[in-house]
């Protein structure tokens, strides 16, 4: 035996709770439209911009690339993603939404706000504290 004490080491007590944070949410785009966390996590990248490439997903959501590409494939597959070729760049495939992707994202978006401001709540009157400390430590760690 070690002093280790793995429920004190805070990348663990991070993961965990980044894990059960996400699964409790996943359940609203996993019941509705079948999404795995992968191809959430595309579809929500893709809401906040017009045409995205799989390496500018890939290096914002910290998925490899064949597991974004795979997600992409999916969700072309279901209709909820365009993919288009650059142009300028051959070996570059941009994403889009498609209509049937943007009116999913138009019905998780509430429930996604609702769900952050009952985090937030939980978090009582040092919320904001807490989500400073998050993007400050997220930052120092890129």
């Known amino acids: 035996m070690t002093d280790f ?6 990348p663990y ?3 965990e709770l980044s ?3 996400s699964a409790r949410f996943s359940r609203h785009y996993r019941e509705r439209y079948g999404l795995s966390v992968a191809e959430w996590r595309v ?11 799989v390496r500018e997903i890939h290096n ?4 490899d690339k064949p597991k974004v590409s795979r997600a992409a494939t999916r969700l ?5 993603v365009r993919k288009v070729i650059n142009p300028a760049d051959r070996r570059l495939v941009e994403l889009s939404l498609t209509q049937k992707g ?10 996604a706000a609702a769900y952050q401001a009952e985090l937030l709540a939980v978090l009582g009157d040092g ?4 989500v400073d400390r998050v993007k400050a430590l997220s930052a120092a760690l890129e």
């Open 19 to 21: 894990r059960r944070v």
């Open 60 to 63: 914002r959501v910290g998925m």
């Open 43 to 53: 579809v929500a990248h893709l809401s906040q911009q017009t045409a995205v490439s």
């Open 13 to 15: 007590q991070l993961a």
């Open 127 to 130: 919320a904001g504290d807490f």
């Open 76 to 80: 072309e597959a279901a209709g909820y």
């Open 5 to 10: 004490n793995l429920d004190e080491f805070l």
């Open 102 to 111: 943007l009116e999913m994202i138009d019905t998780l978006s509430p429930i």
